[in-house]
């Protein structure tokens, strides 16, 4: 099984600030399946990167998503109020190694 | 619009069953794989399980390998998780979540769209 971890484990930045949160896997993860979510309190996860780089239907595009192999990089580039969150990663390798999502990363505005 | 909505939730005693559903609307639920992800409390999300779309092919988690299964009837647009044999580690939020591609007898695993979660305590 191949395991994410997230960091750092809290990101507390200002409005308009960019933040740049880290996925590392421990193994490389095949054809860059990686995906991003977003979860807000008490709320499902939304779905906001998928194959490492592709941003979901709707997603704003100061959201961006980057790596590859066992380094995955997620962006908020300008961060706005309501982008607080706890963001998560998902490997999804083929051949299947396991479905597994990293800690999370808690991105916190000051 | 997309809608997955989750039932059959509440406290069940270690060892024994309980079986969650989600109904969909708002798509074709024939086209799409399902899957089921869950949340212990104050915790990070664990992926549990994937069915293909025609119900042919399922993966698991290695930590419900052997006591969840997942089905579904595509006539009632109903996906189904019966947990068995459940363990206090079990206890958590149960999401259904939509596969992000239509991908015929397999899954792309990216999901779309999720129900608003359903508890689950295991509990003596």
């Known amino acids: 099984e191949i395991v994410l971890t997230q960091s750092p484990g809290t990101l507390s930045l200002s409005p308009g600030e960019r933040a740049t949160l880290s996925c590392r896997a421990s193994?490389?993860?095949?054809?860059?399946?990686l995906a991003w979510y977003q979860q807000k309190p008490g709320q499902a996860p939304r779905l906001l990167i998928y194959?490492?780089?592709s941003r979901a239907t709707a997603i704003p595009d100061r959201f961006s998503g980057s790596g590859s192999g066992t380094d995955f990089t997620f962006t908020i580039s300008r961060l706005e109020p309501e982008d607080c969150a706890v963001y998560y990663c998902q490997q999804y390798g083929y051949p299947l190694k396991g479905i597994t999502f990293g800690g999370g990363t808690r991105v916190e505005i000051k | 619009q997309v809608q997955l909505v989750e039932s059959g939730g509440g406290v069940v005693q270690p060892g024994r069953s309980l079986r969650l559903s989600c109904v969909a609307s708002g798509f074709t639920f024939p086209s799409y794989g399902m899957h089921w992800v869950r949340q212990a409390p104050g915790k990070g999300l664990e992926w549990v399980g994937v069915?293909?779309?025609?119900?042919?092919?399922?993966y698991y988690a290695d930590s419900v390998k052997g006591r969840f299964t997942i089905s579904r009837d595509n006539s009632k647009h109903t996906l189904s998780l019966q947990m068995n044999s459940l363990r206090a580690d079990d206890t958590a939020v149960y999401y259904c979540a939509r596969d992000l591609l239509g991908f015929s007898g397999g899954w792309y695993v990216p999901t779309d769209y999720w129900g608003q979660g359903i508890l689950v305590t295991v509990s003596s």
């Open positions: 193994q490389s993860v095949s054809s860059n399946y």
């Open positions: 069915i293909s779309d025609d119900g042919k092919n399922k």
């Open positions: 194959g490492a780089s």
